[in-house]
């Protein structure tokens, strides 16, 4: 490689960037500053031209308020791509908003990607592609649950073993780690949007109330839980009653949103007995202490952590800005380079220099 005089100069001053590229949401870690972004992964598009109209937070405003020659989509389905060059062009998006967070103008950042554990490889060029042409100088690709233990600050390098369950929009991911690796680890595409549709469905199907996907999310974050509550909440869910084809408007109880998203739940906690099943005893015995980390968005649902535990006879508890994890994780991973480089995806291949 031929050396330029100002090599140096870019490496010392170059901007390290980790993504949570998420179904739901996508944050942004800057070196140094921490989360900068946070928000929706959704895009809004002229449906003639293909061109992106808004990103983020203004796309979501705009779901289900459309004409007919815009169409509002989420570019990611179950923790993968699925429409390439919408998702190049949010993250072009977002890598300059980060941008705009540092004082140094230097282009073309170091970056680091979240994503699911167990995905296919040609879903992991998929994501390395579009990030390398939204403008990355390098980009290194992590699984999830392994970003969000990092960014849970669970000791993942030490001989213990700790446990992380990361919730998402698309996917949940379970992983159990002892020495920097991953001793045990399952993934299913059952999260928080099944829990909006389990909403939805419930909904329709007792009540003939159709009812928007955001009207869903904002009631599971609202009154939505896993287990009993101290005190039962209620509320208004708003809709087009599917019998008289109008406005309408219908109570419910957090007790009901629970019977609603009691199977999709269920599914999630099934899945991790399925992984302490398959783990050695020894690192057994050290969850016992260290107990199960919540991590995600869908972590958040009221008393899951209280849920978990009664089910799995061990201690689950939710992490520090849940929803932020894995965006830290990889930002960690990133800065601390040298040694946590073994945790990068297919590093070799990977992280080839434009």
């Excluded at 946070?38 to 031209?49: F, L, M, Q």
């Excluded at 040609?122 to 579009?130: P, S």
Aim: hydrophobic share 45%; proline share 4%; with cysteine.
């Amino acid at each position: 490689m031929r050396f330029s005089p100002f090599s140096w100069l870019l490496g010392y001053f170059s901007l390290d960037i980790g993504i949570d590229l998420g179904t739901a949401n996508t944050l942004v870690h800057v070196h140094g500053k921490g989360i900068v972004i946070t928000e929706p992964s959704w895009v809004a598009i002229n449906k003639r031209t293909k061109e992106p109209i808004a990103i983020g937070s203004a796309a979501k405003e705009m779901v289900g308020r459309t004409p007919a020659n815009v169409e509002v989509i989420r570019p990611l389905r179950d923790g993968v791509i699925s429409e390439f060059e919408i998702t190049q062009a949010m993250l072009e998006y977002f890598i300059a908003k980060a941008h705009q967070q540092s004082i140094v103008p230097i282009p073309r950042p170091r970056v680091v990607v979240g994503i699911p554990a167990g995905v296919t490889e040609v879903e992991k060029r998929a994501v390395y592609d579009a990030s390398m042409a939204a403008g990355a100088r390098e980009t290194f690709l992590i699984e999830e649950p392994v970003a969000a233990a990092l960014g849970a600050g669970l000791p993942i390098g030490d001989v213990r073993g700790s446990m992380v369950v990361d919730i998402g929009g698309g996917t949940s991911e379970v992983a159990v780690m002892s020495m920097g690796g991953v001793v045990a680890s399952r993934s299913l595409r059952v999260a928080g949007d099944e829990l909006d549709e389990d909403i939805i469905q419930y909904m329709r199907n007792k009540y003939n109330l159709l009812i928007g996907q955001r009207m869903a999310e904002n009631a599971k974050m609202t009154i939505g839980s896993a287990y009993h509550l101290p005190e039962e909440k209620t509320m208004a869910l708003r809709g087009r009653n599917l019998v008289t084809g109008l406005p309408d408007s219908v109570e419910v109880s957090s007790i009901e949103l629970r019977e609603a998203t009691a199977n999709s739940v269920q599914t999630i906690i099934d899945t991790v007995k399925d992984t302490l099943d398959e783990t050695p005893p020894e690192i057994m015995a050290d969850l016992m202490d260290t107990g199960i980390c919540l991590a995600g968005g869908g972590s958040l649902l009221q008393e899951l952590d209280t849920r978990l535990t009664d089910a799995l006879q061990v201690r689950a508890w939710v992490a520090e800005d849940a929803i932020s994890c894995v965006a830290r994780g990889a930002g960690i991973a990133l800065e601390e380079f040298d040694r946590w480089k073994g945790l990068f995806v297919g590093l070799d291949r990977q992280s080839t220099r434009r």
